[in-house]
């Protein structure tokens, strides 16, 4: 009897004792999980503005990207129309009607025939010289569009590359994660049953939901920020060139009737030049306007994963 009664002295004594240490490691564990919801918070509004700006500009280059088609269709027409025109002046000027030495070797019948009759044809020449015009302008306007569209983009790009805010808030998140095992391994030592006690089961929760974003992941959308923003100054710098060069083309030295039909072999071949790499800058600018697009989309599905990941997180931590 006496051994028993200093059996039950000896455990009334000790269970105080174990139930402050369960008690402590409880609040330990509750203090993490608040740690946690504080440094977790969040992640998914930095990445959600991130995806907003995939989206805007997304929508930024389908307008450019429509401008440079419309810009391309344009050149091709201007392009067609001005062989008619080629074609036309040629027809006129085929017996030197053209030049004031094979007019001066006519005869008065030659030059009824030669330059009076098809000159009636004149008013024609005009209209196809202003629909070339036309078109050249058609080209210029739109080509102009799509550097204001690239240089959006460019910036708005560039003003979002760097990251390293939203890596550092991933980060300490992971890290806070890293925490829990452990203490959920002492938790099992105390006999705390995982599946029972609240702190256990919302430590379990947050490691099953808030492990599932990668510093790695944020380095891609720096990086496909970058894409953005490089093919972005690439398209700004086609359409400058185009712009110019499409003006050149529809300048007074080839759109003028007067002095279209004096133009020599040489410069109707650096206006057809002209004329050519303007259409390729369009296409150019078709080009990178689908590259932008590319990496948009991918932008927004890597953010849509991403904030799905954060959200489920942050619901487990309220």
């Known amino acids: 009897m006496k051994r028993m009664f200093i059996i039950l002295f000896l455990l009334i004594g000790i269970s105080p004792v174990i139930a402050d240490e369960t008690d402590d490691l409880i609040a330990n564990a509750e203090q993490i999980f608040e740690a946690t919801r504080i440094t977790c918070s969040g992640i998914s509004d930095e990445i959600a503005k991130v995806s907003n700006i995939s989206k805007a500009n997304t929508a930024v280059t389908a307008v450019g990207t429509v401008a440079a088609g419309g810009a391309l269709v344009a050149g091709i027409k201007k392009s067609q129309e001005e062989e008619e025109i080629d074609a036309l002046i040629a027809e006129m000027c085929a017996a030197g009607g053209c030049t004031a030495e094979g007019v001066k070797a006519m005869s008065n019948e030659e030059f009824f025939n030669v330059v009076l009759e098809p000159m009636a044809r004149i008013a024609e020449l005009q209209e196809k010289i202003d629909k070339s015009k036309k078109l050249g302008n058609w080209r210029t306007g739109l080509m102009a569009g799509t550097i204001g569209t690239n240089l959006a983009s ?24 890293k925490s829990i095992p452990d203490m959920e391994t002492e938790l099992r030592k105390a006999g705390v049953n995982p599946n029972e006690h609240v702190v256990a089961k919302k430590l379990s929760s947050v490691r099953t939901w808030c492990n599932q974003i990668d510093v790695k992941d944020i380095e891609k959308i720096e990086k496909r920020m970058k894409g953005v923003m490089g093919t972005s100054v690439a398209g700004t710098a086609i359409g400058v060139v185009g712009v110019g060069t499409s003006a050149a083309a529809n300048s007074d030295k080839y759109m003028d009737v007067s002095n279209k039909v004096r133009l020599s072999d040489a410069e109707k071949q650096k206006e057809k030049a002209l004329n050519t790499t303007a259409n390729v800058m369009a296409g150019a600018n078709i080009a990178t306007g689908a590259v932008e697009t590319g990496l948009n989309i991918s932008l927004i599905t890597l953010t849509k994963k991403l904030m799905e990941s954060a959200s489920r997180c942050e619901d487990v931590l309220k």
Do not use: K, T
Not at 159 to 175: F, T
């Open 154 to 177: 460019a910036i708005m790009s560039g003003l979002n590359i760097d990251q390293s805010d939203l890596m550092q808030h991933v980060s300490a998140c992971n890290e806070m994660i």
